[in-house]
T-cell receptor, first 112, second 115 residues
């Protein structure tokens, strides 16, 4: 069965510091992978997605993620965090069906 | 273009009452999805409409939940009677084509609290 694990419930970083949010998935075939962000009062916004090809994908707002098949991981990174990045981040896997399987989310707090 | 609109944004009801959530998708989007996040848990798929037809309702938790999409435009999700475990955030999403690969647009969700 498909599953997504985000091991960090809450992360706090200083503004300007680098960020890495972890995501591991369980799926028997090549997955379709996504990162979404939810800011307070907003809907889920797609940051980036991976279907195939280059395993390092670039997204919006300066985010990138790297697909590592051997580790079943799709970690999200940003070299320098801005205060506006404070939000909740969700990793998700799509399996070819019409729906997504999400992780439990990681809440990011940014300290000035 | 207008985004996906959900209302109410918050609802507090007593156990045993009925609540109806509404989702207005982006105009022209045939595909409409409902998801739910129970506190502290993952966001889970509930069901998928293509126009007015239920394409997949495998995620609906039980028969207290009824989703409709009359005319293939807006959708409603009714919970009757509500139980404590129904509390959570209900998200709606829409897309031009099937599957998340073509780009879902999510609404901001309805936070349901059953007391």
């Amino acid at each position: 069965a498909q599953s997504v694990t985000q091991p960090d419930i809450h992360i706090t970083v200083s503004e300007g510091a680098s960020l890495e949010l972890r995501c591991n998935y369980s799926y028997g075939a090549t997955p379709y992978l996504f990162w979404y962000v939810q800011s307070p009062g907003q809907g889920l916004q797609l940051l980036l997605k991976y279907f195939s090809g280059d395993t390092l994908v670039q997204g919006i707002k300066g985010f990138e993620a790297e697909f590592k098949r051997s580790q079943s991981s799709f970690n999200l990174r940003k070299p320098s965090v801005h205060w506006s990045d404070a939000a909740e981040y969700f990793c998700a896997v799509g399996t070819g069906a019409n729906n997504l399987f999400f992780g439990t989310g990681t809440r990011l707090t940014v300290i000035p | 273009e207008a985004g996906v609109t959900q209302f109410p944004s918050h609802s507090v009801i007593e156990k045993g009452q009925t609540v109806t959530l509404r989702c207005d998708p982006i105009s022209g989007h045939d595909n409409l999805y409902w998801y739910r996040r129970v506190m502290g848990k993952e966001i889970k798929f509930l069901l998928h409409f293509v126009k007015e037809s239920k394409q997949d309702e495998s995620g609906m938790p039980n028969n207290r939940f009824l989703a409709e999409r009359t005319g293939g435009t807006y959708s409603t999700l009714k919970v009757q009677p509500a139980e404590l475990e129904d509390s959570g955030v209900y998200f709606c999403a829409s897309s031009w084509d099937r599957g998340p690969f073509y780009g879902y647009t999510f609404g901001s969700g309805t936070r349901l609290t059953v007391v």
